[in-house]
Structures are given as C-alpha cells and as structure tokens.
C-alpha cells in the first residue's frame, strides 16, 4: 500500500489520488500500454473505489489513459511527439512570461530570483541533480508569477509537469546543469537591466536547449 492519507474530506481525497495516478503515469512508473485496475489501484493507494474511479475519468479527459472495451483503462501517457510538441508551445510562451515578468517583476521576486539563483549554483556545484532539478522549477515559477498573467502561469506550470520525466533525465548530466545554470544568469540579468527583448530571446534560447538535450536523451533511449 503507497499510502495516501485518507482522512481528509472527499474533494481532498479525490484530487490526491488524482495527482498520485497522473505523477506516476508522467514519471514512467505506468507505461503506456499498461492496464490500470480500480481494484489494484484501490489496493495500492489504500482507497475506496470512488476516487478512484473518478481520477480515471479526469485522467482520461487528459487523454493520459483511455478506457477500451473487453480491455478496460489503458495508459496512454505522453508520447515523444506529445513533448517536443510541449517544448515547441513552451519557447513562444515561456518567452513572453520573461517580456512580462521583465515589465511587471517587483524589487522582492528579484531577490527571490537572486536567492534561487544562488542555491542552484551551489546544488550544481555539488552535482545534486535532486535538489537542482527542485530549484529550478522554482526559479521559473517566480518568474511566471512575476510575469502578473494567471492565465500563462497555469498553463506553464502544467507543461512543465508533463515533461517532469525528461527534465528529471535531463538533470542527471553535469554538463546539462552547468549550461541550465548560466541560462538562468542570462535571463536573470535581462530581467534585471529591464531589458524585455532580451528577457524573451534568451528565454527563447532556454527552451530550445531544453529540447535539444531532451532530443539526445531519446537518441540515448535515456527517457
């Protein structure tokens, strides 16, 4: 039993065993062609059928798994296509979160971002790639907050936990995280010098790279 906390009330329930299905599917712990069962499910998670069944149904809205008859839920997770696509979508609008956050961003997120700034470089020093990949999407989320478009922060927000197993693969590489590092700098020093242009082009450049390693991680059948 994986043990979920089952004494909350059932919108807690539900959204948790919800996040525990989706995490497990987007981190490779279902493949896609795997068969889920309510019973092992409910087994593993040590829930009733219920919130259960209701996390299928919102995880097949996603299109994460399909329900097929005489076969039952199958995972159909995210496919190589379904990410490159993702880091496609992501340069356009990661690039205006940096032109937004750059006009918008207050004296206090850019000491956030300094602060975050500071631990990845002593995470990426000590090669933590646990605690390197945990700053770094705190790095982009102050950004996306900073950027004041609650629209945009949902939206990157979910893209980037749909790509979680190719950035947690991509992380494992030293020289990955070295070259993270000093795109973050860059972005960080165009936000700061309130050069919006630049803020976007190098944020741009970000993704791109991001992408790229991604590529290579496939060529190495790494994810």
């Known amino acids: ?26 981190n ?17 998670l040590g ?18 798994v399909q329900s097929t008859p005489n076969k039952g839920v199958v995972v159909t ?3 190589s296509k379904d990410i490159e696509e993702i880091y496609i979508i992501r340069m356009m609008i990661e690039g205006l979160a940096a032109r937004w956050a ?42 996306f907050r900073a950027s004041k478009s609650k629209p945009l922060m949902h939206m990157l927000r979910t893209f ?14 030293p020289d990955r995280a070295k070259k993270v590092l000093e795109e973050h700098k860059a972005i960080f020093d165009a936000v700061v010098e309130g050069d919006a242009d630049k803020a976007e082009r190098v944020t741009k450049e970000h993704v791109k790279n991001a992408s790229i390693a991604y590529k290579k991680l496939i060529q190495d059948n790494k994810v």
């Open 1 to 26: 039993m994986l043990g979920i906390d089952i004494n909350n009330d059932n919108n807690s329930l539900r959204a948790k065993v919800f996040s525990r299905i989706q995490n497990d599917i987007l």
């Open 28 to 44: 490779g712990v279902y493949q896609p062609g795997d068969s889920l069962t309510e019973k092992k499910l409910c087994e593993e």
């Open 47 to 64: 829930v009733s059928r219920t919130p259960v069944r209701e996390a299928l149904r919102q995880l097949e809205l996603e299109e994460l």
């Open 77 to 79: 997770g995210v496919t």
């Open 102 to 143: 750059t006009e918008h961003i207050t004296p206090e997120e850019i000491q956030e971002l300094k602060d975050a700034l500071d631990l990845e470089e002593f995470y990426t020093m000590k090669k933590d790639a646990d605690h390197i990949l945990k700053i770094d999407s705190k790095f982009h989320d102050i950004l």
């Open 160 to 173: 980037h936990h749909y790509v979680q197993r190719a950035r947690n693969a991509s992380f494992e590489s």
